[in-house]
């Protein structure tokens, strides 16, 4: 049975890393700026797609969006005691090398019966520059499987805080926008995903287009 809401821990854990440090740090140190958020249903499964730039982006991208994300990581985390536990609560779920696609989704359709907004980068890697020039289907797949709308979201300026050889993040100004939510590919055929992941796609752009 689905549920409408991730964990009430969750909840809890999200709040307290949020406002004691995301937050501040995004807003006070990067001068950040956050645009539609009224799109956001704070409510049921979502599939949270973006591009990509740093590893600042996945703590950034659930602050902005008001509510926990529930990203991928690597199955040797789960393994360490203390830390399995933390990462589980935070949302994070495993995937076993060489596996990654089928035990990624297999994982991420868990997550949104949970009542979780899954994360997806779209181009599943970060790039130089913030822009998504090779899109994976996975997320258009995520969002067919589960029925779940894609939320498409902008992460513009995080590639440059932290440049090759420098050893603490530039306080430079970040801006975050937040597009409509998108219905889900009517079916897994690959037509349909490379459409609805296309969509996705040029929208992001079109924000990251509009600078700061």
Request: charged share 20%; glycine share 6%.
């Amino acid at each position: 049975m689905s549920q409408s809401r991730e964990p009430l821990i969750s909840l809890v854990l999200y709040h307290l890393f949020k406002w004691s440090v995301v937050s501040p740090v995004f807003h006070a140190y990067f001068r950040g700026h956050v645009l539609g958020v009224e799109h956001v249903p704070m409510k049921g499964p979502l599939v949270i797609v973006a591009n990509h730039a740093s590893d600042f982006d996945p703590p950034i991208l659930s602050s902005c969006v008001r509510r926990p994300v529930s990203y991928m990581a690597k199955e040797e985390l789960f393994r360490v005691p203390v830390l399995a536990p933390a990462i589980r609560a935070y949302g994070a779920y495993p995937v076993k090398r060489g596996s990654a696609d089928r035990s990624a989704i297999r994982e991420a359709l868990k997550q949104l019966r949970n009542g979780w907004a899954v994360g997806v980068f779209l181009q599943g890697t970060r790039t130089a520059d913030g822009r998504i020039p090779s899109p994976k289907l996975g997320a258009a797949l995520i969002a067919a499987k589960a029925q779940a709308p894609l939320l498409p979201v902008c992460l513009w300026g995080t590639h440059r805080i932290l440049p090759k050889g420098a050893k603490l993040p530039k306080p430079l100004p970040l801006t975050v926008r937040i597009a409509p939510p998108l219905p889900p590919p009517a079916s897994v055929e690959k037509t349909a995903l490379h459409r609805v992941t296309q969509n996705c796609t040029n929208i992001i752009h079109q924000m990251h287009d509009c600078g700061r």
